[in-house]
């Protein structure tokens, strides 16, 4: 659930059919969605909400536990890489997905021991089954300093700057005891990354991305998210998790990131260099 609780607006999503002139104020965006979500897709039943934070959760991961597929969005690299763990050491798969401005980055968590079955053609996949070709726990991906980060479809001398921009916007939020970057802390997420950036990878400081123009930026549109971006983000993570489930086709491992501007999705293998 977001901080705040959520308010009702007229739109398809949000209405409520029979007090349609009255704003009803929710406690989660879950809550304002269940019935929503309980109309469009009547097979599932009643859609059970549990209504705990993300502490609780951590506290209890025996309710995270039951879950096959866990998505994560708006929480901390700790909080994300605990969870990860608590949902992959059972079997479970853990996705974080946020949105800011027109970009999008997911980092994925399939656990060490997911399989899976590559496509033949269009209509068809192979009999032979596959291991991941490479698993790093979400909460190690933290770990490892940008200028250490390497893999598939990484750029020659950089991580993609979509995953450092996200990166850096976890990094504020780490620092600041839970602090989202925005327009109005803009300075000071300015300082905090140039200085982060300074120690971490100080070969990256005099990349463009990492000047104040480009990082104030960053900060204005750290939690702005746009319905086209989260749509297509959506639909995207969302095929990831079909595949998953099925063990067919292969999946992303372990970054996916898309830049709305060009519609480009790229899958991204993280690991550290040897």
Known sequence: PYPDAVQA???FFLLDRENSAKKIKFSSV???L????????PLL???EIVDKSVQELLEDDGVVSQYDMVVASRIGMNDAGRLALATTKSGGKFYLVDSFG?????VLDLGSNHTYRAEVGKNDVSKNVLTLEHHLPLGEIWKIPLTDLTGRRVDKHHPPIIFMQYRAILEYHAQSGGKWPSAARSDDFVKAIQDWIGKEAPAYATLECFQKETLQEWAR???AEMAPVCAVAGGILGNE???AISSKGEPANNALIFEGQTGKCRNVLLKAKK
């Open 9 to 11: 607006t007229a739109s």
């Open 30 to 32: 879950a809550h304002s």
């Open 34 to 41: 269940q019935g929503a979500v309980e109309e469009l897709n």
């Open 45 to 47: 039943g009643k859609c």
């Open 102 to 106: 027109f970009n999008s980055a997911s």
């Open 221 to 223: 549109t750290a939690t």
């Open 241 to 243: 998790v079909i595949k």
